[in-house]
């Protein structure tokens, strides 16, 4: 039972334009989320989090806005440049629980 | 500073080896994780250390043998391990801050790409 699930394997964005990575999940007890960028061959890297508190937070180009009732998550990233091209998994908890359950990823790629 | 170093980068042993994977992290977190990734798919968590205990194994085979030493290092030793081993493992840490509305972020290191021979 996949409980966090990232419907497009990948996504193809020209530079310059908003890249939008979608997340649902199916736990209503999950209340921390987390997006983690991957090169191939290296360790995923943390880009932003959201708390169920909350329905928007941004830090720079990365915006992730969740819907509670639809238990839906996106990632935008305006503007896009090609270092964005890399993996994209989203993760959840919940209850302060140590195991972050992960979607399956989806591969981003900016083209010039 | 979110660094979390693993050694070595690299390892490739046969099925009779005895071999250890090493982790490290200076930011004061207090709990430690292994993850295996395969190809293509997402990280699976295999063991969780807070405050140096284990506290989660997720019915990892006994050929993985995890160790905290204590709060800045883990150490995951490996014994007659199988070719479907062959993976990149992965350390993270977090605070631990555990408990229901508070949030934990895990940070990685770049994982040990092992293949098993």
């Known amino acids: 039972d996949q409980q966090v699930k990232q419907n497009s394997p990948s996504l193809s964005v020209q530079e310059g334009r908003i890249s939008i990575l979608n997340c649902d999940y199916t736990n209503s007890m999950f209340d921390y989320f987390l997006w983690y960028k991957k090169y191939p061959a290296e360790g995923p890297t943390f880009l932003i989090s959201?708390?169920?508190?909350?329905d928007k937070n941004e830090d720079g180009r990365f915006t992730v806005f969740l819907n509670k009732s639809a238990k839906h998550l996106s990632l935008h990233i305006v503007p896009s440049q090609p270092g964005d091209s890399a993996v994209y998994f989203c993760a959840a908890s919940g209850q302060g629980a140590q195991k972050l359950v992960f979607g399956q990823g989806t591969r981003l790629t900016i083209n010039p | 500073d979110t660094e979390v170093t693993q050694t070595p980068k690299h390892l490739v042993m046969g099925m009779t080896n005895k071999k250890s994977l090493k982790c490290e992290q200076h930011?004061?977190?207090?709990?430690m994780y292994w993850y295996k990734q395969k190809a293509k798919k997402p990280p699976e968590l295999m063991f969780v250390y807070s405050y140096e205990k284990l506290s989660i194994n997720e019915s990892v085979p006994s050929r993985f043998s995890p160790e905290c030493p204590n709060s800045s290092l883990l150490n995951l030793h490996l014994h007659a391990l199988q070719p479907e081993d062959s993976a990149l493992y992965l350390c993270?840490?977090?605070?631990?801050?555990?408990?229901?509305?508070?949030?934990?972020?895990?940070?990685f290191g770049p994982g040990t790409r092992l293949t098993v021979l």
């Open positions: 930011m004061g977190h207090r709990a």
């Open positions: 993270a840490s977090s605070r631990s801050s555990q408990g229901p509305g508070l949030t934990d972020t895990q940070y």
């Open positions: 959201i708390s169920s508190i909350k």
